[in-house]
């Protein structure tokens, strides 16, 4: 089994940043894509940023492009999701997936592997 867990989550002003990371354990595919998706209240689930098994693509949700950067580190197992300039609008629980194939992808059904969710409130 593959545990997939988030964190950085909390509380922030409008205009602030915030980092969320994410690590897998367990029997982890190497050459995986990883991927950032969020729900916001009411609403469904999005994808927000997705990486290749290298780090060489990206793909980002329109909302979200030149604010959110998506990392991985290899060596570490972990995936960041670096957020600026947020605003009330990216209030939502923020998941990390990964795939069983190396592509950056937004296609939900293609991640097998999913945290529990973690927090982010943007307001003044």
């Not at 867990?5 to 205009?15: A, H, K, M, N």
Request: a neutral charge; hydrophobic letters at 30%; one cysteine or more.
């Amino acid at each position: 089994q593959v545990h997939v867990e988030e964190s950085g989550g909390g509380l922030v002003q409008p205009g602030g940043s915030l980092t969320l990371s994410c690590v897998a354990s367990g029997r982890t595919v190497s050459r995986d894509g990883m991927g950032w998706f969020r729900r916001a209240p009411g609403k469904e689930r999005e994808v927000v940023a997705a990486i290749n098994w290298s780090g060489g693509d990206t793909t980002y949700a329109d909302s979200v492009k030149g604010r959110f950067t998506i990392s991985r580190d290899n060596a570490k197992n972990t995936e960041d999701l670096q957020m600026n300039s947020l605003n009330p609008e990216d209030t939502a629980v923020y998941y990390c997936a990964r795939t069983t194939v190396p592509i950056a992808t937004s296609r939900s059904e293609l991640y097998r592997y999913w945290g529990q969710g973690t927090q982010v409130t943007v307001s003044s």
